[in-house]
């Protein structure tokens, strides 16, 4: 009951004129990026990120978590037409929904997409609400080891998780660490690694590297490849409505996947994209028909659409009870609470119940403008599909560019994210992974925070770290995941030795 | 052409010299002890562990049978990024002198030209908006104070 007349006060705020503007134009830009190839959410958020600070903080949130769930609605647009994900998690609706559509119901594939997306959202939004506030009370029993435990085991699940190799993840995790560690140090106020530069003795700003490693290694890498938008289904779109059947083939895959996606979404590192996998690896399982699979299952396009929609609502469990970012795009609503002076942690939803309830409620009333948003402007959206990527990028490049410079108002931050931008586009082409990079950059000063304090409070002593029970778990869950890992690498080594030894005997 | 692996191992390398630079500085800002952490102890081993995880990927980049592939897809298409990024850097370097007026249309305008290839009609509009429109929201809507320049506005 508590919960309720907290959530209709949330709904107050919103309904705010400023806050329903900036509600709207977060969903809009989020759909934006969603659809455009080549432009994720992580890049719109750190170009808006500077119009944040001219705002009270509830507004700047709202704008900015519009874009991130805005994304995930906007990149089935671009799978199920093009055949080419407009943002990571979408990369399995292309699977069956451009099957869908060549067989001539992209109508309906839009449909469920899109109706799959709000029912996961609402279904996020409503565990989220119930899970977060206990979960941030029983965190403040948390002190400084356990908050070190949470961030040391995050980190390793990150890496665990990693697309590609794992001790390239580890090497981004550590070069995320050092970045973050540039600047004077909180403890002794000692300059660390600033070359005796005036702008880097507050340390490296949040907001040039993401936009350098994500956004202009992106448009580098597409100037280079020059990503060229394929055949568009559009002649074929009608009946966005799903026929009865086609809600009775898919509304259990959308709960399944709502449910699914959300704790996906919570473990860090985890997120949109392995949610939105997990539920079509789950749909084929369940399905009597699994070789209908990537032929044009409704199945198929529904829950990995709701669980990506569901996994966004979960990863703002760890921020707003813990204090602690799950993914990048966390990292930077983190960034836009310190800015105003807000401290992420357990004391978030007590100390300021307008912010936590606040962006509840506007993900409530986004999801609905984003039903709105996909089904009547699909044409729009299509149109836009058709503009070049020689004439978006300098527009892209440039709003960087003023977007970075709005946060100081120096052009050394433009140097930074140029050269991080180059950074970013080297990475790509040498398969070293960005996420896991930008998530040790903000953790790492809270990491070594935690950890210092952790030591004077043991006297030196480590075993701070295992005898309390919370940190201890979450200690053990990290090393087992790391020995778990080397095993995985070690063993097909160790197979290999062994039938070269094997051959070698029978010879 | 240059390989993805040599370009691999370049990188690698400039992450173990970076790592050995951040080592020797911690080092030099004293580690301090458990009992009393010093400013460069968390730095220390993090550059410590980066350098011996550089050199293991460096070393598996080099003993690497693989076979040898391109690590862009063309020069030509190379020569865009490598334009790109000039542009920037040049038009940044001027950012206070030219204003944001001039520096939109000469950013917007070199970008469309020299990597876009857009013909002169199509560019002229899309500057002409692109500069309008951002003016009026970062100058005027959100109010941000810009570079005048030379011009004043």
């Known amino acids: 009951m508590e919960a309720f007349s907290h959530l209709i006060s949330g709904f107050f705020i919103v309904l705010q004129p400023l806050n329903i503007l900036f509600c709207f134009v977060g969903v809009f830009v989020g759909t934006l990026t969603g659809v455009l190839p080549g432009f994720g959410p992580l890049g719109a958020m750190c170009m808006l990120f500077p119009l944040t600070f001219r705002f009270p903080p509830i507004t700047g949130l709202i704008l900015l978590a519009g874009i991130y769930y805005g994304a995930m609605y906007g990149g089935s647009t671009t799978s199920i037409l093009v055949n080419i994900p407009g943002e990571t998690a979408s990369v399995v609706t292309c699977l069956d929904g451009y099957q869908m559509a060549k067989k001539g119901f992209a109508g309906p594939a839009l449909g469920i997409a899109a109706f799959g997306s709000f029912i996961a959202g609402t279904m996020g939004l409503i565990i989220l609400m119930l899970v977060a506030p206990p979960l941030a009370e029983f965190a403040l029993k948390f002190g400084p080891p356990e908050y070190f435990a949470v961030m040391f085991a995050g980190l390793t699940i990150i890496s665990y998780l990693a697309r590609g190799s794992m001790v390239k993840a580890w090497i981004m995790i550590l070069l995320g660490f050092i970045l973050g560690g540039v600047g004077r140090d909180l403890f002794t106020g000692a300059e660390r690694l600033t070359l005796g530069a005036l702008v880097l003795q507050e340390g490296l700003d949040l907001a040039p590297i993401a936009m350098g490693i994500f956004g202009l290694g992106e448009i580098f890498i597409n100037i280079e490849e020059s990503t060229t938008v394929g055949e568009l289904l559009t002649n074929k779109i009608k009946g966005l409505l799903p026929t009865l059947k086609q809600w009775k083939d898919s509304i259990g895959a959308m709960m399944r996947g709502s449910v699914l996606g959300f704790f996906l979404g919570i473990i860090p590192g985890g997120g949109a994209v392995i949610a939105s996998f997990a539920s079509y690896a789950l749909e084929k399982k369940l399905s009597k028909h699994p070789e209908l699979f990537g032929q044009g299952a409704i199945q198929g396009l529904a829950g990995p659409e709701s669980a990506n929609n569901s996994a966004t609502a979960g990863a703002f469990v760890p921020l707003l009870s813990l204090g602690i970012p799950s993914n990048a795009v966390m990292g930077i609503l983190v960034g836009a609470l310190m800015v105003q002076g807000i401290q992420p942690g357990p004391l978030l939803i007590s100390g300021h119940p307008d912010i936590f309830w606040g962006i509840i409620a506007s993900m409530y009333i986004g999801n609905a403008m984003l039903l709105g948003l996909n089904l009547p402007m699909i044409p729009m959206w299509v149109r836009l599909l058709r503009v070049p990527y020689s004439i978006l990028f300098p527009i892209i490049l440039f709003l960087c560019i003023i977007g970075v410079y709005a946060i100081n108002l120096r052009s050394a931050d433009i140097f930074i994210m140029l050269f991080f931008g180059v950074i970013g586009y080297v990475m790509r082409k040498t398969d070293f992974e960005g996420a896991p990079l930008l998530l040790a950059f903000i953790l790492g000063p809270m990491l070594e925070k935690t950890f210092r304090q952790s030591m004077a409070m043991s006297d030196g002593e480590l075993s701070i770290f295992f005898t309390r029970p919370i940190s201890g778990v979450l200690v053990g869950i990290a090393f087992l995941s790391i020995l778990t890992s080397m095993l995985a690498f070690i063993r097909p080594k160790v197979r290999g030795v062994r039938e070269e030894s094997d051959k070698t005997e029978i010879e | ?153």
């Open chain 2, 1 to 153: 052409m240059l390989s993805k692996k040599l370009l691999e191992m370049i990188f690698t390398l400039c992450l173990l010299i970076l790592s050995i630079w951040v080592a020797i500085e911690s080092w030099r800002l004293s580690l301090g002890n458990l009992h009393e952490i010093g400013p460069g102890f968390f730095l220390f081993f993090v550059a410590t562990l980066m350098g011996i995880l550089s050199l293991g990927s460096l070393t598996k980049v080099l003993m690497s049978r693989a076979r040898i592939v391109p690590a862009f897809s063309s020069y030509k298409k190379l020569i865009g990024v490598i334009w790109t990024f000039i542009i920037s850097i040049v038009l940044t370097l001027f950012f206070d002198t030219l204003g944001f007026v001039i520096m939109a249309m000469l950013f917007m305008t070199a970008l469309l030209r020299l990597v876009g290839k857009e013909r002169w009609l199509r560019l002229s509009i899309v500057t002409a908006l692109t500069t309008v429109l951002s003016y009026f929201l970062f100058k005027v809507l959100l109010k941000i104070e810009l570079p005048a320049g030379f011009l004043g506005i």
